[in-house]
């Protein structure tokens, strides 16, 4: 059974920076992980993904901002988050088990984990 940790939420003001960690277990394949978001009243959308061999992809809100990495030998994804806006308040979540389809799609992902809050005020 695959189970994702989030950590590193927290609250900052405007400008202020953020490294979200994600520690997978149960989960052996090398594969694309992800970070999500969903904001209250909103629908989730991609943040970032990456795969095992280093291809990423970033939603062009976060371009330039945001830095998505992993570590294979440790099984944990991360995002590091600069330069934070009061719109990138949200829940973030991690992603894994990639089935198929572009990976800043949340149905490409089979297991989330519970999210961790992120609120940035200016």
């Known amino acids: 059974q695959v189970q994702l940790v989030e950590s590193g939420g927290g609250s900052v003001q405007v400008g202020g920076s953020l490294r979200l960690s994600c520690v997978a277990s149960?989960?052996?394949?090398?594969?694309?992980m992800g970070w999500f978001r969903q904001a209250p009243g909103k629908e989730r959308e991609g943040v970032a993904c990456i795969d095992s061999d280093g291809r990423i992809s970033y939603a062009d809100s976060v371009k330039g901002r945001f830095t998505i990495s992993r570590d294979n030998a440790e099984n944990t994804l991360y995002l590091q988050m600069n330069s934070l806006k009061p719109e990138d308040t949200a829940m973030y979540y991690c992603?894994?088990?990639?089935?198929?389809?572009?990976?800043?799609?949340?149905?490409?992902?089979?297991?989330w984990g519970q999210g961790t809050q992120v609120t940035v005020s200016s």
């Open positions: 149960g989960y052996t394949r090398r594969s694309y």
């Open positions: 992603a894994a088990q990639y089935s198929r389809g572009y990976c800043l799609v949340g149905d490409a992902f089979r297991s």
